[in-house]
T-cell receptor, first 116, second 116 residues
């Protein structure tokens, strides 16, 4: 089975540019999460969706960040305009309560974003 | 107060020996889940093991076991017969609430180095 797919794997951009990160969750999973990882702040939850609906976006740092999930198999995280302090690894993860009681989050490989 | 505390920033272990990585958690919920993830230098987040708060037995997955002490709010990861490939950062995480499949809180991580 395919795991969580993220693209691009690496992104280098200049300050002020728009950046779009993409994620395809595991088929059948109804929860999708966006995390950011930096050395200083560790792993931070930015936003998560349930059945394509944003449930909690309290971790989104500011209005420059937006996330969408137009359907069950695709989500985007957009940063506009980007700033050097946005440089980080961005992970997408998905999970499902399903019929079991374990709701393990499975992570994608991450997108390493560098904003110059 | 931190919900997940990993007190060991770095640990060393000799190849083929066992090692315990500490994790304590803080929650007032009766229902919660505890997870361990491995992050090797390549950056991906790999799910290792899950323990539910109502599970009476400690979880095991191959060489990984979770030493769950509910009264002490402790969920230590035990790796038996360490291998060089176990060198990585290890994260403990907690999901609170039975039907709240969404938010998980991650600890700051422990870097494990396996010596040959």
């Amino acid at each position: 089975d395919a795991g969580v797919i993220q693209s691009p794997r690496h992104e280098v951009t200049e300050m002020g540019q728009e950046v779009t990160l993409r994620c395809k969750p595991i088929s059948g999973h109804d929860y999708l999460f966006w995390y950011r990882q930096t050395m200083m702040r560790g792993l931070e939850l930015l936003i998560y969706f349930n059945n394509n609906v944003p449930i909690d976006d309290s971790g989104m740092p500011e209005d420059r960040f937006s996330a969408k999930m137009p359907n069950a198999s695709f989500s985007t995280l957009k940063i506009q305009p980007s700033e050097p302090r946005d440089s980080a690894v961005y992970f997408c993860a998905s999970s499902s309560l399903g019929t079991g009681y374990t709701d393990t989050q499975y992570f994608g490989p991450g997108t390493r974003l560098t904003v110059l | 107060a931190q919900k997940i505390t990993q007190t060991q920033p770095g640990m060393f272990v000799q190849e083929k020996e066992a090692v315990t990585l500490d994790c304590t958690y803080d929650t007032s919920d009766q229902s919660y889940g505890l997870f361990w993830y491995k992050q090797p230098s390549s950056g991906e987040m790999i799910f290792l093991i899950y323990q539910g708060s109502y599970d009476e037995q400690n979880a095991t997955e191959g060489r990984y076991s979770l030493n769950f002490q509910k009264a002490r709010k402790s969920a230590n990861l035990v790796i038996s017969a360490s291998q060089l490939g176990d060198s990585a950062m290890y994260f403990c995480a907690m999901r609170e609430g039975r039907f709240n499949a969404g938010k998980s809180t991650f600890g700051d991580g422990t870097t494990l180095t396996v010596k040959p």
